[in-house]
């Protein structure tokens, strides 16, 4: 179970929410097998209070629909928890109850999952600490990897990028997924020979392939020293991926889709994985965060996160099997005091909250 807030807190009451869609341009355009994305779809969220303080987290919409979608939602949050005591693990619960008929999934996760990890944060301000030390861990340097870019290009091209993407970095994601295997490692052996043996490399298929073919293409990369492969196949096809995961000596990631850690309980069950990743959107906040690092600690698998590295930067450093922090600058164009990477490493601030402070000026230049 996600730790609540000590009693000792100061007592937060939910007074308001509000939200703005945001189209953010991104540095590198993100190109996987499923499409090429060219900005970042966000949705920041303010919880306000009754007593002053303004909690904060943003979603990543994949799609700018959504950004408009997600609000509605976020008003039936409001109807349900306006003038409730801010304790997250028990509004979760009544928010869950509230939507059981249609289910805590999709539009409803992620209205669920901006509020939460609003109110964790508007927790953290209010005790004047940092979210990392408020849930039971302290601010501190996460390894990180660098995640924008290296999608599905000619291998110069890729080589070239990479070559800038390590730039501070001691790791980097390479997508691949190219029609053929010969493509897929002409790709790899590009990046490898521009950055070195001393980068690590994670790779990822985005569920581009089938079974067999993963197994064919997993069993080549095994003799490439890469540091994980993954989400190699549909991220539900837990019997595949656990069959991958017996098969092949490359370590299996998958977690960016779990939903809620109920999800990731059947796959550790499955043997799924080796490694996991959930994802603060999709896992449920940070209630759900923390409930996945406990599940991932009673099995002994390394956690990383997906996305949103400003909050899963505070949260890795509460979990017991911290491993990568996946680094995006997606949102840095928005926000007064972006994520420091230093020598390959997240730096937890030690300031109160999760962080996240909107640049205003920022915010209406790409307001939707």
Not at 27 to 36: A, E, F, Q
Not at 270 to 275: P, Q
Request: hydrophobic share 45%; with cysteine.
């Amino acid at each position: 179970m996600a730790a609540q807030p000590a009693k000792s807190n100061p007592i937060l009451t939910v007074r308001s929410i509000s939200s703005t869609g945001v189209e953010v341009p991104m540095t590198i355009p993100l190109g996987t097998s499923r499409g090429i994305l060219t900005k970042a779809a966000l949705l920041l969220i303010d919880v306000d209070t009754e007593e002053g303080i303004t909690g904060r987290s943003y979603l990543f919409c994949y799609v700018r629909e959504a950004a408009f979608a997600v609000p509605k939602f976020l008003d039936v949050v409001l109807q349900t928890t306006k003038g409730d005591r801010v304790a997250p693990v028990d509004l979760w619960s009544k928010l869950q109850r509230r939507f059981t008929l249609i289910g805590v999934q999709g539009i409803v996760r992620m209205a669920m999952s901006g509020f939460d990890v609003a109110c964790w944060d508007a927790l953290a301000q209010a005790a004047n600490m940092p979210l990392a030390s408020l849930i039971g861990g302290k601010p501190k340097q996460i390894p990180a990897y660098n995640s924008c870019g290296l999608s599905l290009a000619q291998p110069k091209a890729l080589a070239d990028e990479a070559e800038k993407l390590t730039k501070g970095f001691r790791a980097v994601k390479l997508r691949l997924g190219y029609p053929t295997l010969k493509e897929d490692i002409a790709a790899l052996h590009a990046v490898r020979k521009r950055i070195g043996n001393e980068i690590a490399i994670m790779v990822d298929y985005n569920q581009a392939l089938s079974v067999a073919d993963a197994l064919a293409r997993g069993h080549a990369l095994d003799q490439e020293g890469i540091t994980w492969l993954e989400e190699p196949i549909r991220h539900d096809d837990y019997a595949g991926n656990a069959r991958l995961a017996r098969e092949l000596k490359v370590p299996i990631q998958i977690g960016e889709n779990f939903s809620e850690s109920t999800a990731m309980a059947a796959a550790i069950a499955a043997g799924a994985a080796d490694y996991v990743m959930p994802d603060l959107e999709r896992i449920g906040g940070v209630t759900g965060f923390q409930r996945a690092a406990a599940l991932a600690a009673s099995h002994g698998l390394e956690m990383s996160s997906h996305l949103f590295p400003e909050v899963s930067a505070h949260l890795l450093a509460a979990t017991p099997t911290c491993h990568w922090l996946e680094w995006v600058d997606w949102a840095e164009k928005i926000l007064v005091d972006p994520l420091q990477i230093k020598d390959g490493h997240a730096i937890v601030p030690e300031r109160s909250g999760n962080g996240l402070r909107w640049n205003k000026r920022a915010v209406e230049k790409y307001r939707m």
